[in-house]
């Protein structure tokens, strides 16, 4: 059996048998891997707790027929705080829910990787926001599977500015123009904070909401507005975002 | 593909948690090849479980009666409260004589990405126990992974706002096992439980 070598975080974990777990994990080179770790569930496994949801590992695998086989993993992140915390832990679990639904076994996924990482690593340093991280991150990997949303200019014509009409099913922003009539504006609080969510660097969010006038109601709005975007070009909802405390 | 009764047979067992299509044959044909008398104890035990066994209504163990042995035995200390996902983690304790309170089973572990949340599990009756029951001390004893920590967090942070006791079980390197093999999280819970000796 062919071996080879992979970083991956781990997405979630299904058990099988009396001590094993299929794994599946999100690596930048060959996209969705599942693999079987062989008596992880023993207390004493040699993989111990390297193998458990958010944890980033160096791993080596055995390529078998349906399913991989874990020969050796090690840890670079354990990403053990995120599993400490209900509400980070809810968090982190729509991140990985979303990446395991865009993600394909093998096809290169460096970008949705990253932003894995990056995620994880931003509720980890910022954990009094973390429904803010979440919708971050949601918003980016929109992005990454393609679905882009026009922030900046009309996502139907392409004018210019910071549009009010946020039209799910056209993609982003909508200038007066081409927004349907009746539509309800968005506070410019809403829609500037949506840029952020969009394009700030990670760490620059909390300072971002705090300038916000009454950031609690603008966070719920964009990220209400966010969750619909993804439910509307994913197909359905991510199960895990329901439990995330806002 | 069968047919008939025996395929039925592999169906079922094909239904069964960790039983594969080829271990639902095996078990089929095995029960195919048995004394009619062997076969027969089988069938009586698997109605009888259905009929005779449910859980206890104060803490959801398993048990023959309204209520579970260990909710009925009087030497049972009654402040003391340990939390756990099943009524196999409440065998697995009780093996160990270690614990002299009672229990109170979740019927799971909170997992967000599998849609299950507090409303999923038995934790409106743990806390309605907290106010009728003179317990102290709540001991959180879910699984030390993802799921467990999650559910053990959620259930922490409303229980010291009861002004209850909550501990939650050490986790740390396996007794037999050497150090130098242990992963760096498993280490690292093992340094943050250390006690004074
Ligand atoms: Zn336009
Ligand atoms: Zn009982």
């Known amino acids: ?246 | 593909m069968y047919e008939g009764p025996i395929q039925d047979l592999i169906e079922e067992f094909g239904r069964l948690p960790g039983v594969g299509p080829k271990s639902a044959q095996r078990l089929a044909f095995h029960v195919l090849t048995m004394d009619a008398a062997d076969a027969e104890r089988l069938a009586r035990a698997l109605v009888a479980v259905k009929e005779k066994v449910r859980f206890c209504v104060r803490c959801f163990n398993v048990s023959e009666q309204d209520e579970c042995r260990i909710c009925r035995d009087a030497r049972r200390d009654p402040s003391l409260l340990c939390v756990v996902e099943e009524p196999r983690d409440l065998m697995a304790i009780e093996k160990t004589g270690e614990f002299r309170g009672r229990y109170h089973v979740l019927g799971g572990a909170i997992s967000p990405i599998d849609g299950v949340g507090p409303d999923q599990l038995r934790v409106a009756e743990l806390f309605a126990r907290l106010g009728e029951e003179d317990i102290t001390e709540v001991v959180l004893a879910t699984n030390p992974n993802s799921e467990g920590e999650a559910t053990a967090s959620y259930l922490a942070r409303t229980l010291k706002a009861m002004e209850v006791a909550v501990s939650r079980i050490a986790s740390g390197l396996p007794v037999g096992g050497d150090l130098e093999y242990a992963d760096e999280v498993t280490l690292g819970r093992a340094f943050a439980g250390r006690r004074a000796l």
């Open chain 1, 1 to 246: 059996m062919p071996l080879y070598r992979e970083q991956g975080v781990v997405l979630r974990t299904y058990k099988l048998g009396e001590t094993d777990r299929i794994i599946h994990l999100l690596t930048p080179g060959r996209g969705k891997v599942r693999a079987v770790a062989k008596g992880v569930r023993r207390p004493g496994s040699r993989f111990g707790g390297r193998l458990e949801p958010f944890s980033h590992v160096d791993l080596q695998l055995y390529t078998g027929r349906s399913l991989d086989i874990v020969s050796q993993a090690e840890l670079i992140t354990p990403f053990d705080r995120v599993r400490a915390d209900f509400a980070l832990s809810a968090c982190g679990s729509t991140m990985v829910e979303g990446a395991d639904r865009i993600a394909q076994p093998d096809e290169r996924s460096t970008e949705l990787f990253l932003l894995l990482l990056d995620g994880l690593r931003a509720l980890v340093t910022a954990p009094e926001h973390p429904s803010l991280v979440l919708d971050a991150y949601l918003i980016r990997l929109a992005s990454a599977a393609g679905y882009h949303p026009a922030l900046a200019a009309c996502a139907s014509c392409g004018r210019p500015g910071h549009h009010a009409v946020f039209g799910i099913s056209a993609g982003g922003l909508l200038c007066p123009a081409c927004a349907p009539s009746g539509s309800q504006p968005l506070e410019l609080a809403v829609v500037e904070l949506l840029g952020g969510l969009a394009g700030d660097p990670w760490a620059g969010l909390p300072a971002r909401l705090a300038a916000c006038p009454d950031p609690h109601r603008v966070r719920r709005q964009a990220g209400a507005l966010v969750s619909s975007y993804l439910t509307y070009h994913l197909g359905r909802p991510l199960k895990a975002w329901e439990a995330v405390p806002r």
